[in-house]
């Protein structure tokens, strides 16, 4: 594995590298294609290594820093900036946890450095409590742990070193176990199922991957835990952290374009019934009010979400409350900003071909990813009432 030259913060993501992506895009959209040219074009540049500390030859930017490059980056090409940012949070989670003084994943800091590539494996068919419990078992051998389980979206998957996944030691019913850790894409019994042909997202290449009995040795496992938030603990919240600011980046990104659109339409666009052109409308204008009011306010949330995770400000358990709801207030606003900008431009927005539609389509996926909505309104209605999230039974 070759290593790679230590970034800068001025290579990481230039105006050229986001007019090329820009113009990659619809084409990779078009033919369901991985997006090959733009991974290249960030490795070359080292944003692959942008929350890599200096120390292991990375940019070292923290999380704010990096969500402002993601949220650039989505406005151009938002399969590449989400697909990215699951190697991006494994690197960033990796990073927060040394600086903390917790060197359980520093290999993959310097495995990252060589040239490695991290992506998640947490999604699961009939799971809707992600991260915490698992459909997937872990069984305790020598060495290490055996796998066995399906995941799904697992994005990166044409170029993913590790798979970050997760399992449930069941061997004490009394006590389920979760056991995080990272398979490589080589460990006999891995196998990576070709599935994704989707509604948006598409360049993403978030393909099914099978593990039939994979041996994980212990050196790659990062944490053994009480099932359920019983076990929530660093490795958790930054997990959560990194994900879910990593998830509102994106979309905002995804807003600010539809926005841009929509002003540039009112902007050109005449009618035979108006003398002046349409954004002179007021009804077009409060529409456009209305959606730049919902971007200040997301992008203050996400200012101040990130920046108090960077200044280590102790939230304690209401950290889950606080990135639950970043993402899912910021995921909402940015649908909201993209179905407006569609109707405001009238039916060529309805076009293949017309970006809009793409980010059309792109937008929707911001409401499945982890956490959803049902799973965000339980955690944080349980929490601010202060309910026990692992009570049982669940509900009733």
Same mark, same amino acid.
């Not at 050229?16 to 078009?30: E, H, K, N, T, W």
């Not at 309104?377 to 509900?395: F, T, Y």
């Given at each position: 594995m070759t290593i790679i030259e230590p970034p800068t913060r001025s290579t990481l993501l230039s105006e050229?590298?986001?007019?090329?992506?820009?113009?990659?895009?619809?084409?990779?959209?078009?033919a369901n294609q991985f997006f090959a040219e733009d991974f290249d074009e960030l490795r070359r540049s080292g944003y692959l290594l942008a929350a890599v500390p200096e120390a292991f030859g990375g940019a070292g930017l923290?999380?704010?820093?990096?969500?402002?490059?993601?949220?650039?980056l989505a406005a151009h090409a938002p399969a590449t900036a989400i697909a990215v940012n699951m190697h991006l949070y494994w690197t960033g989670v990796a990073a927060d946890l040394w600086r903390n003084g917790d060197d359980t994943l520093s290999w993959v800091l310097e495995r990252a450095r060589q040239g490695h590539v991290f992506a998640a494996g947490h999604g699961e068919r009939g799971n809707d409590v992600p991260l915490l419990a698992s459909t997937t078992t872990a069984e305790r051998v020598p060495g290490g742990w055996r796998f066995t389980g399906h995941k799904i979206f697992g994005s990166l998957a044409?170029?993913?070193?590790?798979?970050?996944?997760?399992?449930?030691?069941?061997?004490?019913?009394d006590r389920p176990q979760v056991v995080h850790g990272f398979v490589?894409?080589?460990?006999?019994?891995?196998?990576?199922? @070709?599935t994704w042909d989707t509604l948006g997202m598409r360049a993403t290449s978030s393909d099914d991957t099978v593990l039939e009995g994979v041996f994980v040795p212990d050196e790659q496992i990062a944490l053994v835990c009480p099932a359920g938030f019983g076990g929530l603990g660093p490795f958790q919240l930054n997990v959560f952290a990194w994900g879910m600011v990593g998830f509102a980046a994106v979309y905002l990104g995804?807003?600010?374009?539809?926005?841009?659109?929509?002003?540039?339409?009112?902007?050109?666009?005449?009618?035979?019934? %108006?003398?002046?052109?349409?954004?002179?409308?007021?009804?077009?204008?409060?529409?456009?009010?209305?959606?730049?009011? @919902?971007?200040?306010?997301?992008?203050? %949330? %996400?200012?101040?979400?990130?920046?108090?995770?960077?200044?280590?400000?102790?939230?304690?358990?209401?950290w889950p409350i606080k990135l639950l709801t970043a993402k899912h207030e910021i995921v909402n606003a940015a649908w909201q900003i993209v179905d407006e900008a569609v109707e405001l431009s009238g039916g060529a927005a309805l076009f293949k071909g017309n970006r809009l539609e793409q980010l059309f389509r792109d937008a929707r996926f911001g409401r499945v990813h982890p956490g959803n909505s049902l799973f965000t309104?339980?955690?944080?209605? @349980? %929490?601010?009432?202060?309910?026990?999230?692992?009570?049982?039974?669940?509900?009733g």
């Open positions: 050229a590298m986001l007019q090329s992506f820009d113009q990659r895009a619809p084409g990779y959209d078009a923290r999380l704010a820093d990096v969500a402002g490059l993601q949220r650039r044409p170029v993913w070193s590790y798979l970050g996944i997760h399992g449930m030691d069941l061997s004490d019913p490589h894409r080589d460990a006999p019994g891995v196998q990576i199922v @070709k995804i807003a600010d374009r539809a926005y841009t659109l929509a002003v540039g339409n009112a902007t050109d666009r005449t009618t035979i019934s %108006l003398s002046r052109r349409l954004a002179h409308h007021p009804l077009v204008q409060a529409s456009i009010a209305g959606m730049r009011m @919902k971007l200040e306010t997301c992008s203050a %949330l %996400l200012a101040v979400t990130a920046g108090d995770w960077d200044a280590g400000v102790e939230h304690g358990m209401a309104r339980e955690v944080v209605g @349980k %929490l601010a009432l202060g309910i026990n999230p692992d009570e049982q039974p669940r509900w």
